[in-house]
């Protein structure tokens, strides 16, 4: 009985860690591997000129995707819902084999959004 207990309560651990990891993977992230105070113009914008601006920008070959634009801080801060449903959560963007942003990258963008989003 007292075995079955401790079986079934590390599955139920087990289940919720695999839980927590599927919503917030980024709290497995090493807190140093990102500045500790993100700022636009140095950190967040380069991440996002790399990784989403060759399809989201008015001068992408065919247009913006969607007409989802990130060129500036202030329409990253206006899309923000999208930006993060797509990008941290479903993880759709970017999709298929355009190259993604590393979890450190992922960790900078967020940390700037928690702490204002503060734009120059
Ligand atoms: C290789 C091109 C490409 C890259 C790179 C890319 N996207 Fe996309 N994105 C698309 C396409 C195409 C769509 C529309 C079709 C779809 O949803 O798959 C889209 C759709 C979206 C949407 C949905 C727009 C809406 O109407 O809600 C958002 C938000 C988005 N992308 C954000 C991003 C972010 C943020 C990045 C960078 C982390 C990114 N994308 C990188 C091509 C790209």
């Known amino acids: 009985m007292r075995s079955l207990l401790v079986f079934l309560s590390t599955l139920l651990l087990g289940l919720a860690i695999t839980a927590c990891g599927d919503l917030g993977t980024l709290d497995e992230v090493d807190p ?13 914008a380069p991440i996002v000129d790399q990784y989403c601006a060759n399809c989201h920008s008015d001068s992408a070959q065919f247009g913006p995707a969607e007409g989802y634009v ?4 202030a ?22 084999a355009a190259p993604r942003p590393s979890s450190s990258e992922l960790l900078t963008i967020q940390r700037w959004h928690d702490q204002g989003a503060v734009c120059p």
Do not use: I
């Not at 140093?32 to 967040?44: F, I, L, N, Q, S």
């Open 75 to 96: 329409q990253v801060k206006r899309g923000w819902r999208s930006f993060a449903s797509t990008t941290f959560e479903s993880k759709s963007m970017p999709p298929g």
């Open 32 to 44: 140093e591997a990102a500045p500790a105070t993100p700022t636009w113009d140095e950190h967040v």
């Open 70 to 73: 990130v060129e500036t801080c």
